[in-house]
Every structure is written in C-alpha cells, then in structure tokens.
C-alpha cells in the first residue's frame, strides 16, 4: 500500500511540474483508500514523520540551550558538583580530605500538541494540498510555542529589577560588548549566542557597518544556518534573528525591542520521547481529526548567564498586517 508524501520543503522551479504530478497522484491515492481505516493510521504515521522533520529544520534552540533527546519514560536533571578541592602540601605530606556534594534538579515536563479536523470530502479530493499546509503550519507552530515558553522562562529569570538587564534608547554596541565579556566570562562552555527579532539583530551589523568596523562581523555562508536565522559571529557570539514569534493570529508574543545575550548552559531544555498521534472519523459526522503531541520541558538554572538588552526608542509590540 503506498502513502504518497510530498515534501513541503522541496519546490524549485525546475521541479515543478513533478510535484504536481506527485500531488495528483497523493490525491487519488487518498481518494482510492480513504474508507480503509489501516491506510489512514499509515498516512496518519507519516504525516506525523514529516511534521517531525519539519519542526527540526524551524526548531533553534539546541543553538542556544542544552537539549536533551529522552525517551518517553526518560527523566532529566540539572545536576551540579561541587565541593572538591585541590591542596598544596610538602611531599608526602597529608592531604585532607573535601567533601563533594551534588545540586540535582529534575526537569518538569508539559505537554504541546494540537488538534485539526477537516471536512472528508476535501481531503478526498485536495488530500496533497491539505497534507503540505497541515506539515508546514504544525512544525511552525510547534516551534513558536516552544520559543514561547523558552523566552517566557528567560524573561521570568532576567526582569527588570535583574542586575542583567540594561535598557536605553538604540542599541549600544559597548552596552552588548559588556554583556558578551560577562556572560562569556560567567559560562563554563564559552559559547554564547545574540538572539533577536530582525529589528534588533540589524541594529548590530547597521552600526559596524557605520561604524566602519564590518571586519568584526564574520557574516554565516552555510545555507542551512542562513535559513534558520544565523547571521553570522560578532566577537565569537553567533547572531541568530527569531523566526518564529507570532501566535495564530500573527500576534507576535516576542518584544521587537529586545536582544538577549544566551550563553548554552543558563538553561537546560528536554524532549520526551517522539512525536505521537492519533488520528479518527467521527461515527456520526464526515469530519477527519488529527491529533499530535509531545512532552517537553526546561529550566533557566544560571540566570547570571543571561543578559536581557531592551531598547526603549521603539515599541515591544506591533501587530503585522493581515
């Protein structure tokens, strides 16, 4: 039995007119078989594998973040050590002993998913159609909710009263070179990431390139990086622009007047398992319904790792056109 897939992220011109062979055949393969309840759980299985691989290509936040990949049943903890100490002595003289002590947090974990139906009679005819919209809008808004509640973490972590938020009219690049010494003298890694809405990360290359010091700008030539928002390295900080920040409603829930200096280990993030799903007709109605979820959960545990910049000559939300 063959479950005809088309892939969203694949449409060049010069492929054109093979993928609208491929959607006429999904949409008679539908067609043929939509009564068959072990060809919908197949279909289903492989809708959910595409929405997978589409919310990995949208997803950023191993970029800034520890993630951990569990199983299901897994559990996730931060977990510290400390307590060990070296010593001098004369030779062969006694070295006391030091106590070690781990600081263990588990990770608490959510669930995020979603719930779609639609009418039978348009999934029999227009199955292609539904099926690459379904893929690319779920993978899209599973990132946004994530990103939401990762920033709602930093944010609840770096307020306005924190020692590691600074805020004034534009973008001072000695206020961001400040906050990158500190974060990265303050992190174990040294890896730190600059992430932001584009009218804050443009800010960054508007003013080197004003400031004729662009040389301090390595802007990011790999494509994959260029298509999930990495702009390039500034002083050893990858720059990385937020893509997805607005709700269904094109809302954005993302201040456009912040920048947030990220080092790696301020926080620890963790996926249960993999994508599951569901899917039914209703017995008394011709409505298809699909389901998917997954768990997932974080913890900023070093929020001195964090630097939270907020530019106070332009508003934090503006609503997009519809």
């Known amino acids: 039995m063959s479950n005809t897939m088309i892939d969203s992220l694949n449409v060049s011109d010069e492929d054109r007119q093979k993928i ?3 959607k006429e055949e999904a949409n008679r393969v539908a ?8 060809w919908r759980r197949e279909m289903a299985a492989d809708l959910t594998e595409e929405i997978y ?6 997803n950023l936040l191993s970029l800034y973040a520890n993630v951990e990949n ?16 070296a010593f001098w002595v004369s030779r062969g003289g006694y070295i006391e002993a030091s106590d070690m002590r781990a600081d263990v947090m588990e990770i608490p974990r959510d669930t995020i998913g979603f719930h779609v139906y639609e009418f039978e009679d348009k999934l029999r005819t227009s199955f292609a159609e539904t099926q690459q919209t379904l893929v690319r809008l779920a993978g899209q808004r599973m990132d946004a909710e994530i990103n939401l509640r990762v920033f709602s973490l930093f944010q609840a972590a770096v307020p306005s009263s924190s020692d590691y938020y600074d805020q004034g009219a534009g973008l001072s690049l000695n206020n961001l070179n400040a906050a990158l ?4 003298d303050e992190s174990n890694e040294g890896n730190v990431t600059i992430i932001g809405r584009a009218t804050m990360t ?20 790999n494509e994959e990086m260029l298509r999930r928002g990495v702009l390039g390295v500034y002083r050893g900080a990858r ?3 937020l893509q997805n920040y607005d709700d269904d409603t094109r809302r954005p829930f993302f201040p456009a007047n912040e920048l947030w200096v990220v080092g790696r280990d301020a926080s620890k993030f963790a996926f249960f398992g993999g994508l599951l799903n569901k899917e039914y007709v209703e017995d008394d109605n011709w409505y298809w319904h699909y389901l998917a979820r997954r768990d997932f959960g974080g913890v900023v545990h070093r929020p001195e790792r964090l630097h939270r910049i907020v530019d106070t000559s332009q508003e934090a939300y503006t609503n997009k056109a519809s």
């Open 20 to 22: 609208r062979e491929m």
């Open 31 to 38: 067609n043929e078989n939509w009564d068959d309840p072990v």
């Open 53 to 58: 691989r589409g919310f990995q290509h949208e």
């Open 70 to 85: 569990l199983g299901f049943t897994d559990r996730s903890f931060v977990k510290e050590v400390r307590g060990l100490r």
């Open 181 to 184: 010494r500190r974060v990265r």
């Open 202 to 221: 443009d800010q960054i290359v508007d003013q080197l390139v004003s400031n004729n010091s662009y040389p301090a700008f390595l802007p990011e030539s």
């Open 239 to 241: 720059v990385v622009t």
